[in-house]
């Protein structure tokens, strides 16, 4: 659990200081960075998260129904962080007050904190009983939210430091890194001392993976908004899968 926290406090915060240390970096590749987690991050969620929820669930059809809640808290969530989650850049859109920013941490960190839930129990979700079918990693997972975090973390820090200074950046970007990993210890605390039932821990779980669809499938939408083929969206999507598969199946 230290190892997780480590990686994902480092991930956002080298992430977002590629804003001042590349500040030309392309638009394009920043794109392509960000259909290869979208892919990742969804294929993963359709092959190894919901089939445990649903393994797990006491109630499948109850679970297809926090999983569609999830789906549509995120899009609330989204509304408070202007999208910054799934890699909106849009320095224009975004005040200056500190109102703003407020809702904009607000929204990002409520989401960071619930995924990083997900990484606190692992063998609630993320490893069955052998009598239940094939047991997982859960390493697959905390790969596509480390990949999903970068991109978030460097589109946060592009948005406020063309509004803040460079030490208010710093300061909104820790608070964003240490997000996920204080939902993974907080809520591992939780579960270790019984203050949530297994149910409970369910739909929190299917609200997570709900979000996790909504951002992903939103990721693919946005990337080709004339609906025009591109190559190399195409391949880096096919690539993100795969590595999905191998990772959850061979690895």
Do not use: C
Request: hydrophobic share 55%; net charge neutral.
């Amino acid at each position: 659990m230290v190892l997780n926290f480590i990686l994902l406090f480092l991930t956002a915060m080298i992430a977002g200081s590629l804003v001042f240390i590349a500040p030309a970096f392309k638009d394009k590749y920043f794109k392509l960075v960000l259909v290869f987690a979208g892919s990742y991050l969804f294929s993963i969620t359709i092959i190894h998260i919901i089939p445990e929820l649903f393994t797990t669930a006491s109630s499948t059809s109850k679970m297809g129904l926090y999983i569609l809640i999830g789906f549509l808290l995120q899009q609330i969530l989204e509304y408070l962080s202007s999208g910054i989650e799934h890699g909106h850049i849009h320095l224009h859109d975004h005040g200056t007050g500190k109102g703003s920013v407020v809702t904009v941490m607000l929204g990002l960190f409520i989401h960071s904190f619930l995924e990083g839930t997900l990484l606190s129990h692992e063998h609630l979700i993320m490893g069955v009983p052998q009598s239940m079918g094939h047991v997982h990693s859960g390493k697959s997972v905390l790969l596509g939210i480390i990949m999903h975090k970068g991109p978030a973390a460097f589109a946060l820090a592009a948005v406020l430091s063309s509004a803040l200074s460079r030490k208010w950046t710093w300061i909104f970007l820790t608070l964003f890194a240490l997000a996920s990993p204080l939902g993974m210890l907080l809520s591992s605390v939780v579960f270790q001392n019984g203050w949530l039932d297994k149910e409970s821990i369910n739909i929190l779980y299917g609200l997570v993976a709900g979000g996790f669809l909504h951002i992903s499938t939103t990721i693919f939408f946005e990337s080709s908004p004339n609906h025009k083929l591109q190559v190399s969206k195409l391949l880096v999507s096919f690539l993100a899968a795969g590595l999905a598969i191998i990772s959850e199946f061979l690895l």
